[in-house]
């Protein structure tokens, strides 16, 4: 069993809704933290991300100049900041098939649907928190591995390459068919 | 500082990193362990981080009629504006961030049925691909809808004139973006697809 010490953590918050962001503020000085602090934009966000050096970053999707898809795009730069690995949670209205995968693949560690509430954003934080996931690195990708489980139905190819350690156990196509159901 | 103590300290902040044929997977370091707290099974837990959360929330919420109120304004500056100087890239973006807002909002502040309209506004400006062609009466519907179950305080989800009106501007607005998309069906799919995140009104 765990705790979150919430008193340890430094959170930054990225919204050009004031009202928004001062919910995100109500709800995480609830939690315990103590150190938020607030951007009204992509370009304060990324300002003060490498000024205050957050813990955690909360980001809306939807905002002027420039949005919470681009600025995690700045954000998992290697070598851009002190802290490409940092976890981002998208916070937005914004839930559509095409959003949700857009967003993971710009690298974004969690997604939280608007409306807010407590316990979403509690568990979210949670998870990025007890449960940090590696980073992956390719010619077109640097964030969080994107595959959260081992689906053991899948059953196309591996498209990672390379050592043992990332050969999934699967059956193939075929083998799923002439199975007797 | 010693040289001994910088070493240990780069080690320490350094990421593990496997290198693969086309990838590479890396352990960063994990600066958060500093906040978990591991307890032993039997530990008595006398705060509840979410109960807090939300007791500061409800404390919050005496405001929240008046933050519904402003965003509604704020909605109808926005249609003000596109219907002053004609429907642009930049007045468009506006308004539709003011309609996002309340889509996202309009449930916390206490006005559930706000939403459904707000998210029907959001997808007929997201939606039809020649902005020219969103009919500025279907845009006045929505946002006087809006302001008017603002205004009549129609708070939680009872109300049932305010849920039919919801449906209707929906259905009508569904009907026009079908017309309008009819030759993407790709982009159809994309559009009727169901949403993959669910919403956390109920704590999801």
Known sequence: MIRIDFNRLRFQIIDDNAHMRRILRTLLHGFGTREVYEAEDGAAGLEGFTHFLPDIVITDWAMPIFDGLELTQMIRQPGANNNPYVPIIMLTGHSEKKRVIAARDAGVTEFLAKPISAKGLYQRILNVVANPRPFIRTRSYFGPDRRRNANPNYAGPERRKGGKADIIKQQSLLEKVQAPS | ?????????????????????????????????????????????????????????????????????????????????????????????????????????????GYPLVAPVADSLCRLIEHTPDMKHIPMSLIDQHVDAIRAIIHRNTRGDSNLNAARLAEKLRNVTEEFLLHENRDRPDYLELMLSPTLAPGEANGA
Request: avoid cysteine.
């Open chain 2, 1 to 109: 500082m010693t040289s001994e103590t910088v070493m240990n300290d780069k080690k320490k902040n350094a990421a593990a990193v496997s290198t693969y044929a086309d990838h590479e997977v890396i352990l960063p370091p994990n600066r958060l362990k500093k906040a978990v707290q591991k307890l032993k099974p039997g530990t008595k837990i006398d705060f509840d981080p979410v109960a807090k959360a939300e007791a500061a929330l409800e404390e919050l919420s005496e405001d929240f009629a008046e933050w519904m109120e402003q965003e509604g304004k704020r909605l109808s500056i926005a249609r003000d504006d596109v219907t002053a100087s004609g429907i642009n890239a930049a007045n468009r973006d506006t308004l539709f961030r003011a309609a996002h807002d309340i889509k996202g909002q309009a449930a916390t502040f």
